[in-house]
Nanobody, 115 residues
Framework: QVQLVESGGGLVQAGGSLRISCAAL????????MGWYRQAPGKQRELVAR???????NYADSVKGRFTISRSNGINTVYLQMNSLKPEDTGAYYC?????????WGEGTLVTVSS
């Protein structure tokens, strides 16, 4: 059974940086796409960034130039480096992975950016 485990969230001041990670445990294959969604209080979940197995990336307009997504296929881990953080980046960040016709989700890691 595949389990996505996120880590690295926390509290940071505006302008600071955080890196969050997500490891896919229990998988014997590399996922087609991995990435991150986030959900702020009272708002819908939105795509932050995603990356394919060959390294193609997509970012939400609001994070372009500040966030960088990367992955290590050998260990089925995806990372999100977040720089120049803003209070509006606050929210629960959820890792996802798609492969073998299935979608998998992590339980989320909380990122709080104080002004």
């Amino acid at each position: 059974q595949v389990q996505l485990v996120e880590s690295g969230g926390g509290l940071v001041q505006a302008g600071g940086s955080l890196r969050i990670s997500c490891a896919a445990l229990g998988s014997i294959f590399s996922f087609n796409t991995m990435g991150w969604y986030r959900q702020a209080p009272g708002k819908q979940r939105e795509l932050v960034a995603r990356i394919t197995s060959i390294g193609s990336t997509n970012y939400a307009d609001s994070v372009k130039g500040r966030f960088t997504i990367s992955r290590s296929n050998g260990i089925n881990t995806v990372y999100l480096q977040m720089n120049s953080l803003k209070p509006e980046d606050t929210g629960a960040y959820y890792c996802f992975a798609e492969g073998g016709g299935m979608d998998y989700w992590g339980e989320g890691t909380l990122v709080t950016v104080s002004s």
